[in-house]
């Protein structure tokens, strides 16, 4: 089992920056691949980003792209979501998730096995 915490969500003008933290507890999380979703409003859960367990792979949305940069501390036992350049259209819930195929990225929300509860991103105009 693992347990997931976000935090870092907050309230930022269009253009500003956030960096959310991802804190996991109950496993190492080298057994991982590390993704990020968001869900806005009315709107399906979306991939974000990821990154395999030594940190060398990763992948991004297309919007997300060149913006947002995700990160991880195997050490501290912590992944990170570094947003720059931010969007209203960024506003929205993020999870943080642990995918056990840590060799791989995969972008679907059914392939991760653990789940935290959320922070809200919202971006004023």
């Known amino acids: 089992q693992v347990q997931l915490v976000e935090s870092g969500g907050g309230l930022v003008q269009a253009g500003g920056s956030l960096r959310l933290s991802c804190a996991a507890s109950?496993?190492?999380?080298?057994?991982?691949?590390m993704g990020w979703f968001r869900q806005a409003p009315g709107k399906e859960r979306e991939f974000v980003a990821a990154?395999?367990?030594?940190?060398?792979?990763?992948s991004y949305a297309d919007s997300v792209k060149g913006r947002f940069t995700i990160s991880r501390d195997n050490a501290k036992n912590s992944v990170y979501l570094q947003m720059n350049s931010l969007k209203p259209e960024d506003t929205a819930l993020y999870y943080c998730?642990?995918?056990?195929?840590?060799?791989?990225?995969?972008?679907?929300?059914?392939?991760?096995?653990?789940w935290g509860s959320g922070t809200q991103v919202t971006v004023s105009s």
């Open positions: 998730a642990a995918d056990g195929a840590r060799w791989e990225i995969r972008t679907g929300e059914y392939e991760y096995d653990y």
């Open positions: 109950g496993r190492t999380l080298t057994r991982y691949t």
């Open positions: 990154i395999v367990w030594s940190g060398a792979s990763t």
